[in-house]
């Protein structure tokens, strides 16, 4: 792709520029995050209608590597890894689907979910992470030693970097906070033959400890403040539209931790402008747990006095973050997208996730808070009923069944609302025929 070039740029504009498959994080004269730039002009030599013929072309396609959500918009994620190398799973085009049900109990008439977790891991972690692992893998062909990939993680990230490490035969090391990720995130980089290191500490912990351990350039940063994630998660965007023929939708509502995804989404959204193939852009909602908002306290201050803070314990552990990473570059895209940024309490993500799941999805804590937000938003009247609204769900609700399991047995610190208790009963016919018929009556009788 030679016709193609992309570099890393200084997010603070002080001008330092470096090659993608340099080892470097931040800026070595300034100290920022570095974001990925792309030489623009020459992306600009095709028209908006001919980017979309060739995404359309490439979806769902057998052409090594342009079948995979990410790959298919290679020219504007990274130009700069051969095909050869590419490490990838086919992640990304997952479904966006309609959840009529559940919009028209709010009054909304559209409402879409954007199924991020259905993918390789069970997470939108995916569609950065077979990025970074790509590049990773270039610069092992070009002779750079590289003795591992290291990431901090509140589970997901760990799972979608053993994963692509173990496809490409590089070791990974994951730094996991002990006793706060679900034993099924615990267990997916244990499968995939990650060294696996357990913490006693919390993500900010693992973060730092993985800033120190990276400072080594053989031991190769995989977290979200490495921007080369942020481009592959940025292709959400442009799936999001492309579902809808190119029409951006008028809100889009994700939940946001470390605050890459929300920066992703952004990013996204404004290159399909910057290159014409959008008009419009759409309000972003950062939807943070009321256990974890930096964000949301610097929102509600009108961003001038953010701070980090220490994150306490939610059922949304993914989003367990006090100091997130990205969160200038957050602030930046809700400054250019209208944004708002709403915070759910436990209870408000719990009841959300499960009126969610009474429609039939089965959604991860992390869309539950997305949820929240929603349903107060539309409470408000900030989300109008004839607008178009995206909730992006970040994981596979089957990764955090635990919480699920705990509300319906009534067993969550505070009193659920619809628990479902399995019913049970002798295995004799005529008893079960009365006890079914009982509890039809009653349902029934609760739905009127
Ligand atoms: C990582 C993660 C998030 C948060 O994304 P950030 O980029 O850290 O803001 C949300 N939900 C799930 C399920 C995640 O794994």
Redesign the pocket.
Known sequence: MADYAAWFECISGCGERYSLKEVVYVCRKCGALLQVAHDMGKLKKKSADEWKRLFAQRKHGTEWPYGSGVWSKKEWVCPEVEPENVVSMYEGESNLFWAERLGKSLGLNNLWIKL??NSHTG???DLGMTVLVSVVKQMISEGKNIRAVACA?????SAALAAYCAAAGITPIVFLPKNKVSVEQLIQPIANGALVVSLKTDFDGCMEVVREITKDNEIYLAN?MNSLRIEG?KTVAIEIVQQFDWQPPDVVI???????????LGKGFLMMEELGLIKKRPIII?AQAQNANPLYRAYKAGYENYRPMKAKKTI?S??Q?GN???VQK?IAVLKEFNGIVEEASEAELVEASVAADKTGMYT????G?ALAALFKLVKRGVIKKDQSVVVVS??HGL??SEFKYKYHLNKLPFKSRYPNMPVETEAKLDVIRKVVDRQLKKRTAAQR
């Open positions: 991020c977790g997470s939108f972690k993680s509140t589970g997901d990230t979200s998660q994700i939940p946001g931790g470390n605050l890459g995804n929300v920066s992703a950062v949304a993914a989003i973050i997130p990473v990205s957050a991860c804590p992390h869309t808070v970040t994981a990764k955090f």
